[in-house]
């Protein structure tokens, strides 16, 4: 993915609902982006889907759930999210803002969905359209039909099959307050860490670590 910053419309940047966006939960429990997030979530789905559904014509419901999953994932909007020019601009507390870029992912990739949930909110289904395809038009243009959509520890599991490799090990556990979830993967005697909100993303993000350290090697 390219790592050119993605500009934000002023517009957009001097909507109350669009700085509500970049309010992490960990600054405030009463005005922070989790509803925002949770709409934005539906709006990004069906603008993808429908995008999707338009384009590959021949391709049938499975692929297209896959090939969405691509790019709809918390790996994949934390980097878009991180290519903004309003990143700077997220709120959190100290205490999560000194956590490593991994466990942030989740973060990243949940302000994301709210700023779609803020343009949504204020300027309209259209306006949520338009900021969607634009963030996403570098990832939806090196789509092809031809490709391989899976996830990382679906990819993990065969890349060690062929290498007559034992399948790796996940470890989740959640925090005290059951609201995130802490995964481990023992690859080849190292070991690779991720957290997320979400159990199965924990343990991709982490498949796709070792991943990265297998294509390494």
């Avoid at 062929?162 to 690859?187: D, I, R, W």
Wanted: proline residues 1%; contains cysteine; aromatic residues 8%.
């Amino acid at each position: 993915m390219s790592n050119s910053p993605i500009k934000v419309s002023k517009q957009y940047m001097e909507l109350a609902s669009f700085q509500q966006a970049l309010i992490h939960k960990s600054v405030s429990k009463t005005k922070n982006n989790e509803r925002l997030e949770f709409l934005g979530d539906a709006v990004l789905e069906i603008v993808i889907s429908e995008y999707l559904f338009n384009t590959f014509s021949d391709l049938d419901e499975g692929v297209l759930t896959q090939m969405r999953a691509s790019l709809v994932n918390t790996q994949s909007l934390s980097e878009i999210f991180l290519q903004l020019e309003c990143k700077n601009q997220l709120k959190v507390s100290k205490g999560t803002d000194n956590l490593d870029e991994t466990h942030k992912y989740s973060i990243y990739a949940g302000t994301l969905e709210a700023c779609i949930g803020a343009i949504f909110v204020d300027l309209g289904s259209e306006e949520a359209k338009y900021f969607i395809l634009d963030i996403f038009s570098t990832c939806l243009s090196n789509l092809s039909a031809t490709d391989e959509f899976k996830d990382a520890k679906s990819r993990l599991q065969e890349a060690l099959q062929a290498m007559n490799q034992e399948l790796p090990q996940y470890s989740v556990k959640p925090n005290q307050e059951g609201t995130h979830f802490y995964c481990e993967v023992n690859l080849l005697g190292a070991v690779f860490s991720a957290s997320s909100e979400i159990k199965k993303d924990a343990e991709q993000q982490a498949a796709a670590l070792a991943l990265k350290s297998l294509a390494k090697s």
